[in-house]
């Protein structure tokens, strides 16, 4: 089962930012938080990740609050473009040598609707 | 260059049919998945490769048959399959046992298989 608890769906302005909230109170030190989203029939994108320290690149900000137990992924200036289902995913990175831990496992995500 | 490359887009195959699908990477990543994604479910992992050996098996049918010819490549032999087994296929590839996260699976655009 998945580690994370998302809201199931969310709205925002075009122009405006999104800020989508993830709960993962039972995250383990060894886990990292990863996000990733999927725009309607196409494979999943990955967006950005980290530990425990915020993260940013091109795409988006990473907040993680200081007990780790949750996360909010800043879309700055979103676009209609970034309409899409936002997964947050927890995993030990390691790629198989974490085991079944390491393994991507996808929640129900958050369907993020930017309107005009 | 993070693509990873999928064939066919499309499939429709009978209950009788064999056919394939095929994966493709050039990043240099020596691990590679397939995922399979029923409509408006989260994507759910079948198989790892690791090294072009098989390392996970997340108790697929037989009917489902994973091969690895080199480091690049990934294909997915499909055999007699059932109508629910319609859903769209994914292709992942990541490196491996990297520190930091360093093993973020990049995904394909996916096979969308439909079985009559």
């Known amino acids: 089962d998945a580690k994370t608890t998302q809201p199931p769906s969310m709205d925002c302005a075009e122009g405006r930012a999104a800020n989508l909230p993830c709960n993962h109170s039972?995250?383990?030190?060894?886990?990292?938080v990863y996000w990733y989203r999927q725009i309607h029939s196409q494979g999943p994108q990955y967006i950005i990740h980290?530990?425990?320290n915020n993260e940013t690149n091109e795409m988006a900000s990473l907040i993680i609050t200081e007990d780790r137990k949750s996360s909010t992924l800043i879309l700055p200036h979103a676009t209609l473009r970034d309409t899409a289902v936002y997964y947050c995913?927890?995993?030990?990175?390691?790629?198989?040598?974490?085991?079944?831990?390491?393994?991507?496992?996808f929640g129900k995500g958050t369907k993020l609707s930017v309107k005009p | 260059d993070t693509e990873v490359t999928q064939t066919p887009k499309h499939l429709v195959m009978g209950m009788t049919n064999k056919k394939s699908l095929k994966c493709e990477q050039h990043m240099g990543h020596r691990a590679m998945y397939w995922y399979k994604q029923k409509a408006k479910k989260p994507p759910e992992l079948m198989f790892v490769?690791?090294?072009?050996?098989?390392?996970i098996n997340e108790s697929v049918p037989s009917r489902f048959s994973p091969e690895c010819p080199n480091s690049s490549l990934l294909n997915l032999h499909l055999h007699a399959l059932q109508p629910e087994d319609s859903a769209l296929y994914l292709c992942?590839?990541?490196?491996?046992?990297?520190?930091?996260?360093?093993?973020?699976?990049?995904f394909g655009p996916g096979t969308r298989l439909t079985v009559l």
């Open positions: 039972t995250i383990s030190g060894n886990e990292y």
């Open positions: 490769y690791s090294y072009e050996k098989l390392s």
């Open positions: 980290g530990l425990k």
């Open positions: 992942a590839s990541s490196q491996e046992a990297l520190a930091g996260g360093g093993d973020t699976q990049y």
């Open positions: 995913i927890v995993r030990v990175a390691g790629g198989i040598y974490g085991g079944s831990q390491g393994n991507l496992i």
